[in-house]
Nanobody
Framework: QVQLVESGGGLVQPGGSLRLSCAAS????????IGWFRQAQGREREGISC????????WYADSVKGRFTISRDNAKNTVYLEMNSLKPDDTAVYYC??????????????????????WGQGTTVTVSS
């Protein structure tokens, strides 16, 4: 019954902005860890931003640092990814993920390993003129 559903993707011009949303059902999204990942055509899955309840840490990949912001609204059981100054290389399917297991690790751990237990179906972002 645990489910994550991404939304907010679409077509945007270079330099534009999008906000992705990930709505959780079946569990409280005040989770031990949440993260956003992406996979572009012909490329490996990349962890781009994660939050861990371990010391309240947040991590961003170098490729998005300064442009993307991760946040969560516990009242709405939703996590967001605000994306600014978008580039064609940001084109990918974006996935959210969450983990509520007992062992908690740093934010960088989750983004490096993709070791989160629940994943959404993805939303497509296309950055093109």
């Amino acid at each position: 019954q645990v489910q994550l559903v991404e939304s907010g993707g679409g077509l945007v011009q270079p330099g534009g902005s999008l906000r992705l949303s990930c709505a959780a059902s079946g569990f409280n999204f005040a989770s031990n860890a949440i993260g956003w990942f992406r996979q572009a055509q012909g490329r490996e899955r990349e962890g781009i931003s994660c939050i861990s309840n371990l010391a309240g840490s947040t991590w961003y990949a170098d490729s998005v640092k300064g442009r993307f912001t991760i946040s969560r609204d516990n009242a709405k059981n939703t996590v967001y990814l605000e994306m600014n100054s978008l580039k064609p290389d940001d084109t990918a399917v974006y996935y959210c993920a969450a983990d509520q297991r007992k062992m908690v690790y740093s934010a960088s751990y989750y983004c490096r390993t993709a070791n989160l237990e629940v994943w959404g179906q993805g939303t497509t972002v296309t950055v093109s003129s």
